[in-house]
């Protein structure tokens, strides 16, 4: 599982709305929920692929003292 950290006064449901708002398209589909406090975007290729199978992807966003950890896994 990767983690990053980003500084700054964001809160991590305003970054889940923005990762959906970039990946909701195409052949992806994103998804968010979640709280101001803790928030989680899926990501995923959609139920009937066409060849490479079902993938998907979750983020998690956790509020922290001066910013937002993510994690990718």
């Known amino acids: 599982m990767q983690t990053r950290t980003f500084h700054g006064p964001i809160a991590p449901l305003d970054l889940a709305k923005a990762l959906v708002a970039g990946f909701n398209r195409g ?3 994103a998804q968010a929920f979640g709280d ?7 990501i ?5 692929p066409t060849s490479g199978g079902k993938t998907a ?3 998690q966003l956790t509020a922290i003292e ?3 950890l993510i ?3």
């Not at 101001?36 to 899926?42: E, G, H, I, R, W």
């Open 27 to 29: 052949n992806l589909r």
């Open 36 to 42: 101001q406090l803790k928030a989680y975007v899926q």
């Open 44 to 48: 995923a290729t959609p139920g009937l």
């Open 57 to 59: 992807l979750m983020v």
């Open 66 to 68: 001066d910013g937002v």
């Open 71 to 73: 994690q990718l896994g």
